[in-house]
């Protein structure tokens, strides 16, 4: 069946993800792209395989949707950027992976799609990693294990890592699409710190199939896996885009991110820096939320006075963005007393002369991106109201965890948790 490919390239809804894209998590939780809801998978790869999944009743009714130019509920958060005027993973997946829109053209009226090309991998083989950060969980970490066990949201039989369960067949299952694949996206868990990940860079030289982009979200704490260091495979790789994960600096960062050490984190970006690894984008992606809301300036600064962003804008500037948190809910910024917000916007108003006062070399160019990216994330939080329930359980995890973990919000803060539960009126 042919499909007006002009009307599609204008859809708002349409999207290339369900013709040539898979993303699961260590369970075995499958979507076609991680910015589809996680809360509704389209399948599962302990129970079913991988072209089995490509063609069960969610995937044909979402292409099928998409066709339509209908609307899909679980790509949400791509809808939200684009109505914010940001860009989306959507608009991003379609603008560089247009050359495969004839794919539609072999779309069933029912949605079934025959051949099952993966030109784009995101990889969350296992959840092992090295931290704990407080806004994730045991899903995907397994340092959080112990901590999930005490805080009664996970089985003390079960065990800490959690993968596929037959990880080999899943391995196979993806030979026959590395002679397609334009993308592989390493996430985790910790991907610098997993056998598969080194497996399939392997398996990638082996094949002469080094053109390949290989991007990264990783905390980069680990440089070095087995006597193997990361730096030595990535100058093989020519297409690299790394973003390192980072949700607070100094002691705030320490206590939002366990296991993040300041030191260490600084250390590794300048042996990055020196190392003559090449890369096609570069950046700190922020994830941000009710404790970490207000320092995304206190981060900004820091990273323009440790020279970890670029002050001027180049084809490869280290930049830096910002990723809300919407789940778990209670850490979602959307939910935080007026007073936070107040105190976001106040300082928001003068951040520019801020960061001029102090760096007066920053480009226009890279001060407008900042300020656009921060005025998102304000924009974004005032679209909910304070939700006492959702800020009850905030405050009443964060004393767990400040429990468990021997450590002192409000030392770090210089605020007590009880004020996410004070609401005060807004005036702006």
């Known amino acids: 069946m042919a499909y007006n490919k002009e009307e599609l390239k204008n859809s708002k809804t349409f999207c290339m993800a369900p013709w040539m894209s898979i993303h699961h998590w260590p369970d075995g939780k499958t979507y076609p792209c991680c910015l589809w809801n996680s809360r509704d998978p389209i399948g599962n790869l302990n129970d079913s395989s991988l072209k089995e999944i490509w063609n069960n009743e969610t995937m044909k009714k979402t292409r099928q949707g998409m066709l339509k130019d209908e609307k899909i509920s679980s790509c949400d958060r791509c809808y939200h950027l684009e109505d914010t005027g940001d860009g989306s993973y959507r608009q991003r997946i379609n603008k560089e992976h247009w050359d495969k829109i004839d794919y539609v053209n072999e779309t069933k009226e029912d949605g079934h799609l025959d051949n099952m090309n993966l030109h784009l991998w995101d990889l969350r083989i296992s959840n092992f990693c090295n931290f704990k950060c407080r806004s994730c969980g045991h899903a995907l970490s397994s340092s959080w294990h112990k901590d999930a066990i005490a805080l009664g949201e996970a089985d003390p039989n079960a065990k800490a890592l959690i993968s596929i369960s037959d990880k080999s067949k899943f391995l196979q299952d993806i030979e026959p699409h590395y002679n397609c694949v334009d993308e592989i996206y390493f996430a985790g868990g910790e991907p610098l710190v997993m056998p598969e990940h080194y497996q399939i860079l392997d398996r990638l030289i082996e094949l002469g199939r ?3 982009r290989i991007r990264y979200s990783t905390n980069f704490s680990k440089l070095t896996f087995k006597g193997k260091h990361i730096f030595d495979y990535w100058k093989q790789f020519p297409n690299l885009e790394l973003y390192i994960s980072i ?4 002691k705030v960062g320490e206590l939002v991110r366990k296991g993040y050490d300041d030191e260490l984190f600084y250390k590794n970006v300048q042996l990055y820096k020196e190392s003559g690894v090449a890369h096609t984008d570069y950046a700190y992606a922020v994830t941000y939320g009710a404790l970490n809301y207000n320092h995304l300036f206190d981060m900004v600064l820091d990273f323009f006075e440790r020279d970890i962003i ?13 990723s809300p948190i919407d789940y778990p809910t209670h850490y979602d910024s ?18 520019d ?17 900042i300020m656009r990216k921060l005025k998102t994330v304000y924009d974004r939080s005032i679209t ?14 964060t004393d767990k965890l400040d429990l468990l973990r021997d450590e002192k919000f409000k030392h770090v803060f210089g605020f007590d948790s009880t004020e996410f539960v004070i609401n005060q009126t807004k005036v702006i």
């Open 210 to 212: 080094t053109d390949v």
């Open 247 to 250: 949700d607070g600096v100094g």
């Open 310 to 322: 670029d002050q001027n804008v180049t084809k490869t500037s280290r930049k830096i963005f910002f």
């Open 334 to 351: 959307v939910f935080l007393p007026d007073s936070f917000k107040n105190k976001f916007i106040q300082r928001f108003e003068g951040f």
């Open 353 to 369: 002369k801020e960061i001029l006062s102090k760096f007066p070399k920053v480009h226009n160019h890279v001060l407008e991106d």
């Open 384 to 397: 909910k109201q304070f939700n006492f329930e959702e800020m009850a359980k905030c405050k009443s995890v």
